[in-house]
T-cell receptor
């Protein structure tokens, strides 16, 4: 069990659907992250939120839209995804973003399949 | 550029000791992290080094030499459940961003 909770665990959607991934942490962490991970590859950073503000966007296509409603919650809104977007989507959190305020703790992920 | 190198695969025997090396060249340094990831699961944090030297946590130890851009993860008394991918990651200049190596797939054999 992890202290970062992600829902749903699995999601199958068509290319025209709109869905959202959710992430929640109650560790008082002020930095939250979205990663995408393909099989046998390391996680790739997508977005970073610090104190509920978007801090890093790694040139992610606009069909992925992050949202941080409060310090405990992070959403990833999905729309018009492509089959190559099928992957494991990981949420992580850390105390902050500066030196000494890591490490990042990961949720169990949402396995996303695009039909 | 940013580069992290670690072996792709390693095999070791149950009960033995294995050392997984990681070398890095990054813009800035805000710590080196080791994660364990079992197939189909999320990465689990193992260790964090920001100063030179050895950090020990039970059967797992991690070493860092910043001058050499080098770290290793040492796993003692290997168990079958230690079969997993081990990811080396460096915190660089851009706060919050971790640069991951490709991971080392460790197989523990009886």
């Amino acid at each position: 069990d992890t202290e970062v909770t992600q829902t749903p665990k699995h999601l199958v959607m068509g290319m025209t659907n709109k869905k959202s991934l959710k992430c929640e942490q109650h560790m008082g962490h002020r930095a939250m992250y979205w990663y995408k991970q393909k099989a046998k590859k390391p996680p790739e950073l997508m977005f970073v939120y610090s104190y509920e503000k978007l801090s890093i966007n790694e040139s992610v296509p606009s069909r992925f839209s992050p949202e941080c409603p409060n310090s405990s919650l992070l959403n990833l809104h999905l729309h018009a995804l492509q089959p190559e977007d099928s992957a494991l989507y990981l949420c992580a959190s850390s105390h902050g973003m500066g030196r000494g305020s890591q490490p990042q703790h990961f949720g169990d992920g949402t396995r996303l399949s695009i039909l | 550029g940013q580069n992290i190198d670690q072996p792709t695969e390693m095999t070791a025997t149950e009960g033995a000791i294995v050392q997984i090396n990681c070398t890095y060249q990054t813009s800035g340094f805000n710590g080196l992290f080791w994660y364990q990831q079992h197939a189909g699961e999320a990465p689990t944090f193992l260790s964090y080094n920001v100063l030179d030297g050895l950090e020990e946590k039970g059967r797992f130890s991690s070493f860092l030499s910043r001058s050499k851009g080098y770290s290793y993860l040492l796993l003692k008394e290997l168990q079958m459940k230690d079969s997993a991918s081990y990811l080396c990651a460096v915190g660089g200049n851009q706060g919050g961003k971790l640069i991951f190596g490709q991971g080392t797939e460790l197989s523990v054999k009886p």
